[in-house]
C-alpha cells in the first residue's frame, strides 16, 4: 500500500461513454498528478495539482477533464475517447509540487482503460 | 526538457544473478527516483536518490551528479524482482518527474 487509492481498477468503456477514474490519497500530501502510461512508451504527465489548483496541463485533449476537489481527491473524467486512449492511468502524490525541494512522488496502483 | 535514457531495454537472468541497471540524464536534476513497476502496473518506489549511494537489501543505487547518470543494482536477483524498472527526474521546474522507457527484468527460475 503506497497510500494512494484508484477506482475501479479496470474499466472498459464504449467511444459514446462518459466515465470517471478516481484517485484518493491518504498521505496528507498537496499535489496531486495523472499519468499515462500506453504500451511502448514512456509515462507521460497529463496534469498537475498544487493545493486544488491545476497548475499544469501537457496538450491533453479536452476529452480527459481533471477535477480536484480537494488535496485528498482527484478524478479524471472522460468522454468520447478514442480506441488509441486505451492505456493505464496512474494517480500520484508528493507533499508538494516543487518535486526539486526533495519530495518523494508514490503512485497509486493504476486504471486500466481499454475503449472499445 | 530532461530527456532520460535507461539502459538495458530488455534483460533476462537467473535466479541468484546479479544485475545493474543505467539511467543517464541530459541535464542537472533535483530529483531522481527509481520505480519497479509489478506485473499489475503498480509503481513501487525504490530510492530517492538525486546523488550518492544508497542500499535496501538487496538493492543498492548510487547517483553520480556531475556526470549524469545513476546505477541501479540488483544482488541476488529472485523471480519476484522481476517487472519494469523505471528512472525518473526532475529538473527543478514546476512539473512532474520525467519518466525513462524503462528496463524490463525478466528473472528465470
Known amino acids: 500500500e503506497t497510500g494512494v487509492t484508484q477506482t475501479p481498477r479496470h474499466l472498459v468503456m464504449g467511444m459514446t461513454n462518459k466515465k470517471s477514474l478516481k484517485c484518493e490519497q491518504h498521505?496528507?500530501?498537496?499535489?496531486m498528478y495523472w499519468y499515462k502510461q500506453s504500451a511502448k512508451k514512456p509515462l507521460e504527465l497529463m496534469f498537475v495539482?498544487?493545493?486544488?489548483?491545476?497548475?499544469e496541463n501537457n496538450s491533453v485533449p479536452s476529452r480527459f477533464s481533471p477535477e480536484c476537489p480537494n488535496s485528498s481527491h482527484l478524478f479524471l473524467h472522460l468522454h468520447t475517447l478514442q480506441p488509441e486512449d486505451s492505456a493505464l492511468y496512474l494517480c500520484?502524490?508528493?507533499?508538494?509540487?516543487?518535486?526539486?525541494?526533495?519530495?518523494?512522488?508514490?503512485f497509486g496502483e493504476g486504471s486500466w482503460l481499454t475503449v472499445v | 526538457g530532461i530527456q532520460v535514457e535507461q539502459s538495458p531495454p530488455d534483460l533476462i537472468l537467473q535466479e541468484g544473478a546479479n544485475s545493474t541497471l543505467r539511467c543517464n540524464f541530459s541535464d542537472s536534476v533535483n530529483n531522481l527516483q527509481w520505480f519497479h513497476q509489478n506485473p499489475w502496473g503498480q509503481l513501487i518506489n525504490l530510492f530517492y536518490?538525486?546523488?550518492g549511494t544508497k542500499q535496501n537489501g538487496r538493492l543498492s543505487a548510487t547517483t553520480v551528479a556531475t556526470e549524469r547518470y545513476s546505477l541501479l543494482y540488483i544482488s541476488s536477483s529472485q523471480t519476484t524482482d522481476s517487472g519494469v524498472y523505471f528512472c525518473?527526474?526532475?529538473?527543478?521546474?514546476?512539473?512532474?518527474?520525467?519518466f525513462g522507457k524503462g528496463t524490463h527484468l525478466i528473472i528465470q527460475p
Open positions: 498521505l496528507g500530501h498537496n499535489a
Open positions: 495539482y498544487n493545493f486544488k489548483e491545476q497548475t
Open positions: 500520484a502524490s508528493s507533499q508538494d509540487q516543487g518535486l526539486s525541494l526533495g519530495n518523494t512522488i508514490y
Open positions: 525518473a527526474v526532475s529538473g527543478g521546474g514546476a512539473d512532474g518527474l520525467t
Open positions: 536518490i538525486p546523488s
